[in-house]
């Protein structure tokens, strides 16, 4: 159902995918894959925190996620990891960088990409994840409506368009997420309000990189590479 209307605004999602889903639910990874999406690897399951892990447990989990997902898909290693639970250790960004991995996605401090010091100095870029524009902290948790959930995903991008023009041609670009889960926002009832928001982006898509996770990061890390300087 969402796919569809993915598929309807030609617009590319990033799948935050368990690696138990190859075995449990394939089809939903391949439906996504043959629309050229990307894989954002998310943990084995949602059941654990690596946080809770040691290092070596924790590197094992990185590896078999990464493992399971790229032999799905072709071979091609996921770029980008989000942790179950958004749950890190002290050496998380150090064990993703030693896998191959580029971005993460568990830290929401910003709405700028930044890069963090990894201990081989080479760096790991952070891609803002919404905690906001996420329908489950803001509909289940907070019990918003879909209604309201669409007026805040079209607000949020509507006061971000503001200020990149307030801003002139030198005003760094900014990274509007969206988190949707299909069991919350895949409800009919909730899809007609998120078709509306959406809607509302892709008719301003002049205005706006409408892209995966992975293409922004890859586009901030060719404009602004990692330097011993700009590693927090």
């Avoid at 889903?21 to 996504?32: C, G, K, Q, R, T």
């Avoid at 191959?100 to 568990?106: F, Q, T, V």
């Amino acid at each position: 159902r969402m796919a569809r209307e993915f598929d309807e605004l030609q617009m590319p999602v990033s799948v935050l995918a368990n690696s138990s889903m190859v075995d449990h639910a394939p089809s939903v990874l391949a439906m996504f894959l043959a629309r050229g999406d990307e894989l954002v690897a998310h943990g084995v399951t949602n059941a654990e925190r690596q946080g809770d892990y040691d290092e070596q447990r924790e590197a094992e989990l990185i590896a078999e996620t990464t493992e399971t997902l790229a032999a799905f898909n072709g071979g091609v290693q996921p770029n980008g990891w989000l942790g179950p639970w958004i749950s890190q250790s002290a050496v998380t960004l150090d064990l993703l960088r030693e896998h191959g991995y580029g971005y993460n996605l568990d830290w929401c401090m910003d709405d700028q990409p930044v890069w963090a010091r990894t201990r081989d100095d080479t760096g790991l870029l952070m891609v803002p994840y919404p905690q906001e524009l996420n329908d489950i902290p803001a509909i289940m948790v907070r019990r918003e409506s879909a209604a309201t959930f669409a007026d805040m995903i079209i607000d949020n991008f509507d006061e971000m368009r503001r200020q990149l023009a307030d801003g002139g041609p030198d005003a760094p670009p900014l990274v509007m997420g969206i988190a949707l889960h299909a069991y919350i926002v895949g409800q009919p009832f909730r899809l007609t309000h998120l078709r509306r928001a959406l809607r509302h982006i892709v008719e301003h898509q002049d205005e706006c990189f409408i892209a995966t996770a992975g293409e922004i990061a890859a586009v901030h890390a060719a404009h602004s590479p990692p330097s011993p300087d700009g590693l927090r």
